[in-house]
């Protein structure tokens, strides 16, 4: 039996980023960019007014002149002819600076009468005036290879003039459910079947990292069952697969593995809920085998096919973060494998609190829906409220500010 942190490097170590392709920059977001994007000009091209205002030089308003104002410069358009010393323009935001002048003053804080413009004595030589390049220079690498690409991202990309991009692929994952007892939703279950939750829990889990799942249904509990729909998944970058993992009279996905020629790094990882989980290599693809409990499945898949995934789309955060919060109930492991606890993690103020959310079966799914973290309570530990606990963060929505 492996630790979760022996397991975690020896799938890594399997996981290599996976090829790119070009999308549209839209279609880039939230995938990562292997190339280093330079900017094929200024940003913004030229000087130009901040404010709607009025441009002029400055030296020629210095004591407070008048200026005479002679031109209206709207933004979309250039003007190459000089503004003589004693005069001014109405220039609109974004408009390049005509040469002669050097200084904008906002409409606000002037006075107009006719077509004479009255400013302060106070004149500050090139206020109000966005440099050439002050934003982005020619040349710079703006968006370094391996970056990750949100909306700003997005919108530097086609300010430089780029309709795609290069990223990696999207992981494919196949996902085979196992087990005779299954019955897919839509269906009222019969004695003795459930209904097929881990495949669509795998599923969402997969788009939720930046994959594609590929759904191969049902396998029955036979070996050859397992074998066809195992074969089936082999075009996919990974397969994962749930039950039947474990030493139960009809668990055939060990089995089923190595008669494909599959081979079997590990099968037992130290943690509850979770231990009978397999990492093989099949031609050449990681494939999981994930435990059939709901709860378990899905933890296993966070530990492990996430930052797999992640790591052969290019991301270099892998790992959900952590924090340590106080305990709010007594709480004990007695056994002696860590216990990833469902947790109900708030924060106040400066601190994270963290209550389990009961009952720890790893059949309840509704653990899951309650919690928003993984407690990690070490083998034998017993906590008393008010001690500090690791808890992995599955989801941070709940730092965000809740309407009344
Ligand atoms: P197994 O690992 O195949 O022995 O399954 C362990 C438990 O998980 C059993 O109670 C199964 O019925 C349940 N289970 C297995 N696969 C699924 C699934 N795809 N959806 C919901 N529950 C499942
Ligand atoms: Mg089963």
Redesign the pocket.
Known sequence: MISIEAAQRTILAYIAPLETEKVSVFQGLNRVTPEDHIAPWDIPPADNSAMDGYAFCSQSAQGGKRLRVTGFLPAGEARSAPVPPGEAIKIMTGAPLPPGCDTVVPIEDVKLDGDWLEIGPEVASGAHIRQRGEDIQCGKVVIAAGSLLRPQETGMLSAMGTTSVAVHRKARIAIL???D??LEPGSTPAPGK??????YTLAAQVLEAGGDPVLLG?AQDTLEGTCEKIKAGMNADFLVI?????V?DR?YVKLAIEKLGGSVTFWKVDMKPGK?LAFAVLEGKPVFAL????VA?MVSFELFVRPSILKAMGHRRLFRPTVKALMQEPVANEGARPHLMRGIVSRHGDSYHVSTTGNQSS?RLSSLIQGNGLIRLAPHASLVPGDAVEVMLLDRGFEMEEID
């Not at 459930?194 to 495949?199: H, R």
């Not at 749930?242 to 474990?246: D, H, L, N, W």
Request: aromatic letters at 0%; proline letters at 12%.
């Open positions: 459910s196992t087990g007892e299954l459930i209904i097929n939750s881990n495949s049902i749930t039950g039947g993992v474990s139960g668990d009978p435990p059939g409990n709901p499945a059949g």
